[in-house]
């Protein structure tokens, strides 16, 4: 009886010392501070940073604009791991939790999960009494509205990659080949520039390096939209003549018999080695390019042929519903998106800048892959957010391109395939 | 059949088979090693280099200077001890309860302390957040120690309760006739008797909040980074930091290979412990 006394007695002082030890501290929602008074309006940011440098720029945008915001804005930035996308769930976990951040940084796919739990603030009321409104293409601002699922913007405008075409001159040149204004021409060039260069019968150059595997999609998307066809139905006899595209392209060699699973390594790899003319990726792999191939690598927008879409990788910043202080939240993420924390950060990791002013600033124009950059983003799009989005990207997408492509299936069979996985029916 | 051909069939079935498998097993480590001390133009070069031709251990500074990591192994040592003391007292009194007295309700406790481990972790997550965030102890060492116990505690009363099951009664009753009472009993004899099989929970106590990452990452904020997070933020969406990752794993790896060496020989006397009866 007596053990268990003491056994009791020991239980109770833990609990006293945890009483005690919480009650000294400070409540998060005490962390707010009332200008009146003159204190700082506290603004907490999350973010992920692909490098050290990244993270370290982040937080040297961060100190000058608590220096020069004049509004008594104070930001804190806080790194967390991008963890294969699981930074979103960390986020959704925090802020279903009742904590979390004011503003975070973000990917357009998590919209639907956080918007259906009302975690987000409705950016639209600052948006159209914000005088740089303009400073962003309408086009961006639609892509976010799609995001959402509906008529209201819920996440601001940072930065984007997007996806153009990579060439090599001096191929184009021994193939007297210019550089193509229509996607008629485009076809025209993958055609010309598969050639036997060394005379062994062989072809040893081929016109285009397709990407078969995982993500393939995204350059995929353009030859739909060439054709006049659309991601809202690929059915359409639009967007099976799109594919029918793709599938010639590689029934007819033109590009390297490897595509069905090429991925990212395979197509950077391909066209460093000079084994393909002409491939699709982003600025992210520019300075490998230049790398290894010098001046002998320049780049152009997809060409338009009855419309003209390309793909979008995307990086923008949120205000959370639960921020108190949603002006100043506003200010921050404002910052970043078109004022020096815009300019900074671009220059900083090679992405795009949304806004316009900073697009045409020098150090952006002077650089050619940017340049084409800009020049495709207001034809840069996104694959429709679904709850499906995800497995059609990973697996319906590639086992159904590499069926089409292998004869297994006719392009109107395959779009078909593809309509069903990402709607259902 | 000759000396030399036992010895030969000797190396054939046994060393062979040893020397493999030890290679397979150190070779990972070897990788993270050389990895670590390979320069940027090797590292993301296109030939395989199985040891660098010019190592260098900038990796190790950058960690120390640029990266600050000396913070986040603090903090992870903080949790990791206090998580592993703490589960060790509750845990070593709650088994000797459930192992000396029959008082009612026992068994479902028992059974209660076992199904808490029954629920994956993601599910308790935002609740146990939610209450951090109450408590005030959100972003503070205090909320992954806690954390880390409620799920430690449970699983460390049924190892220690095995234990002390085996120890036969007559140790504290020749104790208890000697003139001692219960708790001197429990100090002067359980408790020294107890100490391979508590070596033996703490490593494990200790091995799992120093390595936990889904509690880490939610619970603490720039400030109380744990390792796990810190070497996943090398990790970027577009990018991995191979040289600082793996810089961080070699430095990681040292103070549990350290604590392993030190608490082998009990580590093995515990884990054994109750496996044979007399």
């Given at each position: 009886m007596k053990i268990v006394k003491k056994f009791l007695a020991?239980?109770?002082?833990?609990?006293?010392?945890?009483?005690?030890?919480?009650?000294?501290?400070?409540?998060?929602?005490?962390?707010?501070y009332d200008t009146a008074t003159g204190e700082p309006i506290e603004i907490t940011h999350w973010y992920w940073a692909d490098t050290q440098q990244y993270s370290a720029k982040m937080q040297d945008i961060v100190k000058e604009f608590n220096q020069t915001n004049g509004k008594n804005i104070k930001v804190t930035a806080e790194e967390y791991p991008w963890d294969g996308g699981g930074y979103s769930e960390t986020l959704f976990t925090a802020a279903m939790g009742g904590g979390g951040p004011d503003t975070a940084s973000w990917?357009?796919?998590?919209?639907?999960?956080?918007?259906?739990?009302?975690?987000?603030?409705?950016?639209?009321?600052?948006?159209?009494?914000?005088?740089?409104?303009?400073?962003?293409?309408?086009?961006?601002?639609?892509?976010?509205?799609?995001?959402?699922?509906?008529?209201?913007?819920?996440?601001?405008?940072?930065?984007?990659?997007?996806?153009?075409?990579?060439?090599?001159?001096?191929?184009?040149?021994?193939?007297?080949?210019?550089?193509?204004?229509?996607?008629?021409e485009f076809l025209e060039a993958c055609r010309k520039l598969t050639r036997d260069t060394n005379g062994d019968g062989k072809v040893d150059v081929y016109g285009f390096g397709m990407r078969g595997a995982k993500g393939g999609q995204e350059p995929w998307g353009s030859f739909i939209y060439a054709r006049?066809?659309?991601?809202?139905?690929?059915?359409?006899?639009?967007?099976?003549?799109?594919?029918?595209?793709?599938?010639?392209?590689?029934k007819n060699g033109y590009v390297p018999p490897t595509a069905p699973t090429d991925g990212f390594n395979e197509i950077i790899a391909n066209f460093k080695s000079g084994k393909t003319a002409m491939t699709i990726h982003h600025i992210g792999s520019s300075v490998g390019m230049v790398e290894t191939l010098g001046d002998d690598v320049d780049a152009f927008?997809?060409?338009?042929?009855?419309?003209?879409?390309?793909?979008?990788?995307?990086?923008?910043?949120?205000?959370?519903?639960?921020?108190?202080?949603?002006?100043?939240?506003?200010?921050?993420?404002?910052?970043?998106?078109?004022?020096?924390?815009?300019?900074?950060?671009c220059k900083a990791t090679g992405n795009v800048p949304v806004s316009k002013r900073v697009q045409a600033m020098p150090e952006f124009q002077n650089n050619k892959f940017m340049k084409v950059s800009i020049e495709g983003a207001p034809s840069a799009g996104i694959f429709p957010i679904l709850d499906t989005t995800t497995e059609w990207i990973n697996t319906i997408w590639p086992n159904t391109v590499a069926a089409a492509l292998a004869g297994q299936k006719t392009a109107a069979a395959a779009m078909q395939d593809l309509q069903r996985g990402l709607y259902g029916g | 059949m000759g000396k030399g051909k036992r010895l030969a069939t000797r190396a054939l079935s046994f060393c062979l088979p040893l020397v493999l498998l030890f290679g397979f097993l150190i070779f990972p480590f070897y990788w993270i090693f050389i990895t670590s001390i390979k320069p940027e133009s090797e590292l993301y070069g296109g030939t395989v280099t199985y040891w660098p031709k010019n190592p260098t251990f900038d990796a190790y500074r950058a960690l120390f200077v640029d990266y600050n990591f000396v913070k986040p192994m603090t903090n992870?040592?903080?949790?990791?001890?206090?998580?592993?003391?703490?589960?060790?007292f509750v845990a070593?009194?709650?088994?000797?309860?459930?192992?000396?007295?029959?008082?009612?309700?026992?068994?479902?406790?028992?059974?209660?302390?076992?199904?808490?481990?029954?629920?994956?972790?993601?599910l308790l997550l935002i609740p146990l957040y939610a209450i951090m965030r109450r408590l005030g102890i959100l972003y503070t060492p205090l909320a992954l120690i806690l954390s880390y116990t409620t799920f430690t505690i449970p699983f460390s009363v049924w190892l220690l309760n095995g234990y002390l099951s085996d120890l036969p009664m007559s140790l504290e009753e020749a104790a208890l006739v000697d003139g001692a009472n219960r708790p001197q009993a429990f100090v002067r004899i359980i408790l020294p008797v107890l100490v391979p099989c508590l070596v033996a929970t703490g490593v494990y106590i200790f091995m799992n909040a120093w390595n936990e990452y889904t509690f880490a990452v939610m619970?603490?904020?720039?400030k109380s980074r744990t390792i796990p997070v810190s070497l996943r933020n090398l990790?970027?969406?577009?990018?991995?930091?191979?040289?600082?990752?793996t810089a961080g794993g070699i430095i990681t790896i040292i103070p549990v290979c350290m604590m392993f060496f030190f608490a082998q020989k009990r580590l093995v006397e515990g884990l054994t412990a109750g496996a044979v009866k007399g």
């Open positions: 020991l239980i109770l002082m833990f609990a006293l010392c945890m009483t005690i030890a919480s009650g000294c501290r400070k409540k998060d929602d005490e962390s707010s990917k357009l796919t998590s919209t639907p999960l956080f918007v259906a739990n009302n975690l987000l603030a409705v950016l639209d009321s600052y948006i159209n009494g914000w005088k740089d409104k303009d400073d962003i293409d309408e086009n961006l601002y639609q892509v976010m509205r799609d995001a959402g699922g509906s008529d209201n913007i819920y996440v601001m405008p940072w930065n984007t990659q997007v996806l153009y075409v990579y060439y090599r001159p001096s191929m184009f040149k021994d193939a007297g080949v210019s550089v193509p204004k229509t996607y008629q006049g066809g659309d991601f809202s139905d690929f059915t359409t006899d639009k967007a099976v003549a799109g594919m029918q595209d793709f599938i010639n392209l590689f927008p997809f060409p338009s042929g009855e419309s003209q879409w390309t793909s979008m990788g995307d990086t923008e910043n949120v205000i959370f519903e639960a921020c108190d202080n949603k002006d100043a939240a506003f200010e921050w993420v404002a910052y970043l998106a078109t004022g020096k924390g815009q300019e900074e950060w | 992870s040592f903080i949790v990791a001890a206090s998580a592993t003391l703490l589960t060790l070593t009194l709650a088994a000797y309860a459930f192992s000396r007295f029959r008082f009612k309700g026992r068994r479902p406790l028992m059974i209660m302390f076992l199904t808490n481990n029954m629920f994956p972790t993601v619970f603490t904020n720039e990790i970027g969406q577009l990018g991995v930091q191979w040289d600082l990752l």
